[in-house]
């Protein structure tokens, strides 16, 4: 099995990034191949109201949303690890996802191309009380039921603001572990 995990924090090795690590660890465990990738890396400019008529279209932006859709539609599962900032995901997330609408491949929209693939999600929040982690979830979840994905779980570590702090819950660090060897 083939895994995509884009991280959406712009600090490596933080709390988000751990958590999708000991997820890519089970996995591996399991014999699936995985490729992380870092959106701070990249620049992706936000969603246009354009949408191209061709069988093959490309955004004219000639940024690289397109070259890290194709990682989704190449994978049999898309990791989306987020911190959550302001009661959502992050802006480097939600610029990515929000591009996701505009792409086409051989006349089908990714939805199409994305069809009994899996999602998972990670998320790390500062926030101790993850009362309203089940609204952050929501277009998440609604993303995956509309691209005709499979929702495959998540992982949620609150109460983890400071880098590196989620090392100090071993158990949430298993948890992780054992959601990628159940891929």
């Not at 990738?37 to 620049?43: E, N, Q, R, T, V």
């Not at 929040?125 to 779980?153: F, Q, S, T």
């Amino acid at each position: 099995m083939k895994i995509v995990a884009f991280i959406g924090s712009p600090r490596k090795g933080g709390n988000t990034d751990r958590l999708v690590d000991e997820i890519l660890a089970g996995a591996a465990e399991a014999g699936h191949q995985a490729e992380k990738i870092y959106l701070a890396d990249y620049a992706l400019t936000p969603i246009d109201a354009v949408y191209g008529g061709e069988l093959d279209w490309t955004d004219p932006r000639q940024d690289v949303a397109d070259e890290l859709i194709d990682k989704i539609v190449a994978a049999d599962v898309a990791i989306l690890g987020s911190p959550v900032y302001w009661f959502s995901i992050s802006g480097l997330m939600k610029l990515f996802i929000d591009r996701w609408s505009l792409y086409q491949r051989g006349g089908q929209r990714l939805r199409d191309l994305t069809a009994g693939k899996k999602m998972l999600v990670a998320l790390a929040m500062a926030d101790p009380n993850a009362g309203y982690v089940d609204a952050v979830l929501a277009p998440l979840r609604y993303g995956a039921k509309w691209l005709k994905m499979e929702w495959a779980g998540q992982i949620i570590a609150d109460g983890v603001g400071d880098p590196g702090e989620v090392e100090n819950h071993p158990e949430l660090l298993a948890e992780a572990r054992k959601l990628g060897q159940s891929l």
